[in-house]
C-alpha cells in the first residue's frame, strides 16, 4: 500500500476530484439534474462545500465534467478493437454487441434521457456527452474501416460517414425503444440476432469484390 507521504498533491487532487464525481453520479442518476442540488453532492461526496466548489464553480459544470469523464472511460474500455488475423465480421460482431450492450444498460439510458432533457438549456453538456462517447466510437470504428479500405477488404468510402452507419445499424431495434420506454412495440429480438444482421447488411454495401482479405 501506498504511504500517504509518498502521494503527490496532483494524485490527492485526482482522488478528490473523483470522490466528488463518484458522489455527484449517484445524486444525477437518482435524482436527475435539476431533482441534484450541490448540497445532495455534498452529502453524498463525504466533502465540504468550499472543495466541492473548488472544483466544480457550478453544478453545470460539474455535471458537464462527469458526464464527460463517464462516457470518454466507458468509451475506451468498448472500443478496444483486436483485429489481428480475424475476420471483419468477426470483429464488427463482437464490437456491435459491446456497444449495444454498454448504450442499452439502464444506467445509458439514464444518461441520455437526461442529457437530452438539459441539453437546449446547457449545450454545452451535450457536446461534453457527445464528444466523450459518439464521436469517439466513430473515431475509432473510422480508424478501424480505414485499415480494412487500404487492405482491399472494404471498397473505398468515407471511412467516417461508414462508421456512422455502422453504429446506427447494430443499434437498430434495441436502443430506441428502451430510450422512449417503447419496447413490445415491435417484435422483440435478440441483441444478437439484430447485429448479426446489421453487420451482414453492412459488409454486403461496402465489403469489395473478389475474396475476402
Known amino acids: 500500500m501506498q504511504d500517504i507521504a509518498q502521494l ?9 476530484r473523483m470522490q466528488i ?3 455527484a453520479r449517484r445524486c444525477f442518476l437518482a435524482q436527475g439534474f435539476d431533482g441534484a442540488s ?3 453532492i455534498v452529502k453524498a461526496a463525504g466533502v465540504s462545500k468550499g472543495t466541492v466548489y473548488a472544483y466544480f464553480p457550478s453544478k453545470e459544470r460539474l455535471f458537464e465534467a462527469l458526464v464527460f469523464h463517464d462516457r470518454r ?3 475506451e474500455q468498448m472500443m478496444a478493437i483486436e483485429s489481428h488475423g480475424r475476420l471483419i465480421e468477426d470483429v464488427l460482431t463482437e464490437l456491435g454487441l459491446r456497444m ?6 439502464p444506467e445509458s439510458i439514464s444518461w441520455v434521457r437526461t442529457v ?3 441539453g437546449e438549456k446547457f449545450p454545452e453538456v451535450g ?10 466510437s466513430v473515431k475509432k470504428v473510422s480508424q478501424f474501416l480505414e485499415t480494412k479500405i487500404a487492405d482491399g477488404t472494404l471498397r473505398p468510402v468515407d471511412p467516417e460517414l461508414a462508421a456512422m452507419q455502422f453504429i446506427e445499424l447494430v443499434g437498430c431495434c434495441q436502443i430506441k425503444p428502451r430510450l422512449f420506454a417503447s419496447r413490445g412495440v415491435f417484435k422483440d429480438r435478440p441483441m444478437e440476432e439484430t447485429v448479426a444482421a446489421a453487420v451482414q447488411l453492412f459488409l454486403g454495401g461496402l465489403r469489395a469484390q473478389g475474396p475476402a482479405q
Not at 503527490?8 to 478528490?16: F, G, I, P, R, V
Not at 449495444?100 to 444498460?105: D, E, K, Q
Open 8 to 16: 503527490t498533491d496532483e494524485t490527492l487532487d485526482s482522488a478528490k
Open 116 to 118: 437530452v432533457a438539459i
Open 127 to 136: 457536446r461534453a456527452f457527445f464528444e466523450a462517447g459518439p464521436a469517439y
Open 21 to 23: 464525481l463518484d458522489g
Open 100 to 105: 449495444v450492450r454498454l448504450f442499452t444498460s
Open 38 to 40: 450541490m448540497n445532495d
Open 73 to 75: 472511460q466507458q468509451a
